[in-house]
């Protein structure tokens, strides 16, 4: 796997791919058509972050490189690259429980607040790809 040069790509699938944490500076995509939506990348060595028509979808500490991304009624799932640990806050559903899997371990469930928000940690350590999914528990 590798970073997106395109910075955000739909995949043969109807999956997304987004980020590339390579970037010494912020560079960005707005507007960009997928499934009825607007998406906004944006990107860099220290951040990467998502958002869907304006909402808060997908943040990454530092950058990342995202592949597979998929977004669904009962959560999320994507892998994930990055040159260091990452943690990760995703935009769900409010006050829901969700259990988190690591690379297909699960970590647990965690209830969102009222603002939807959701925080893993990732190690991906030397730019090593990690699967991550959260469900609906």
């Known amino acids: 796997m590798a970073v997106i040069k395109e910075l955000i790509r739909k995949e043969s699938d109807g999956k997304l791919s ?3 944490y390579e970037l ?5 995509v707005e507007d960009f058509p997928y499934e009825g939506d607007l998406l906004k990348v944006k990107t860099f060595n220290e951040i990467t972050k998502l958002e869907k028509n304006g909402l808060f979808l997908y943040e ?5 490189a995202v592949n597979g991304f998929k977004e669904t009624a009962d959560g999320v799932e994507f892998t994930v690259e990055a040159k260091d640990d990452v943690q990760i806050t995703l935009g769900l559903e409010d006050d829901t429980l969700y259990e988190i899997f690591v ?5 647990g469930a965690v209830q969102t607040g009222l603002g939807g928000k959701l925080s893993i940690s990732v190690e991906t350590g030397n730019a090593d790809a990690v699967d991550v999914k959260v469900v609906k528990a």
């Open 24 to 28: 010494p500076s912020k560079a960005k």
């Open 60 to 64: 990454s500490v530092p950058g990342t």
């Open 18 to 20: 987004f980020g590339n």
């Open 103 to 107: 690379g297909g371990n699960s970590t």
